[in-house]
């Protein structure tokens, strides 16, 4: 059976933003939802509008999928540890004196403007509103956060004269937030649609629109007599459980 304009044209408005692999998972739903309406006795159209009122608005889809992406989920978790990071390193560079260390300019230009790039990027992932913008920058100040405290992690050992407390200290705190950046930037690709992952045996791609929602987000009703919420239970019945999801 043919798909209604409306919802043919609210799967497009999805595919603008969402990529392909949520999009068919939202699709497969949306269509148990119309043919749910239409059992009931409702005309084609009026199946059609039934379903995607259910569904939500495209913007309030789109922006629950962003509220809960991993890209935005690294972003915050690096916006909250930069402080306390950055604070350790300024620490260690005033009082090692940095200024003179044997460093050339270039480098350290360089080293400035990732940072402040960086960071640039993790503000918009946090607080952008597009799915694609959101995922885009979150692993641009991903990757850049892992590349500068992977430089500093190699760079301030070969070039300071001596390595104090406070300089081991902001080692130690750069050490760490390169293997959680580093380990991040898995779920950050996958995200981008730019690598599949495997969760409990199931490709990350078909299992992403569920586990989406597993974070407690209540933008929509997705869960209501659709294919994914069957798929949620199936594959993962123990964060269901846990979830703000219900299906009624």
């Not at 799967?11 to 119309?34: N, R, Y």
């Amino acid at each position: 059976m043919a798909q209604p304009r409306l919802i043919t044209g609210y799967l497009s408005a999805l595919s603008a933003q969402l990529p392909a692999p949520v999009v068919a998972e939202l699709a497969d739903g949306l269509g148990e939802t119309h043919l749910h309406y239409l059992r009931q006795g409702l005309d084609p159209d009026a199946a059609a509008r039934a379903a995607v009122a259910e569904f939500g608005e495209p913007s309030l889809v789109i922006a629950g999928f962003a509220a809960v992406s991993p890209a935005r989920r690294v972003a915050r978790r690096l916006m909250a540890t930069g402080p306390l990071v950055g604070a350790c390193w300024a620490a260690a560079l005033i009082t090692g004196r940095a200024w003179a260390w044997p460093v050339q300019p270039a480098v350290v230009l360089l080293a400035g403007l990732v940072l402040l790039a960086s960071i640039g990027l993790i503000v918009s992932a946090v607080a952008g509103p597009g799915y694609r913008s959101v995922v885009r920058a979150g692993l641009a100040g991903c990757a850049g956060v892992t590349a500068l405290d992977a430089f500093l992690v190699v760079a301030v050992p070969l070039t300071a004269p001596a390595i104090g407390w406070l300089t081991s200290l902001a080692l130690a705190a750069s050490l760490t937030r390169l293997m959680f950046s580093a380990r991040s930037l898995r779920w950050c690709l996958a995200d981008a649609g730019l690598v599949t992952l495997t969760v409990r045996g199931t490709n990350f791609a078909k299992v992403k629109s569920v586990r989406l929602w597993l974070g407690g987000t209540e933008t929509a009703n997705f869960a209501k007599l659709s294919a994914l919420a069957r798929f949620a239970v199936n594959t993962f019945p123990d964060e269901v459980s846990r979830s703000r999801v219900v299906a009624t």
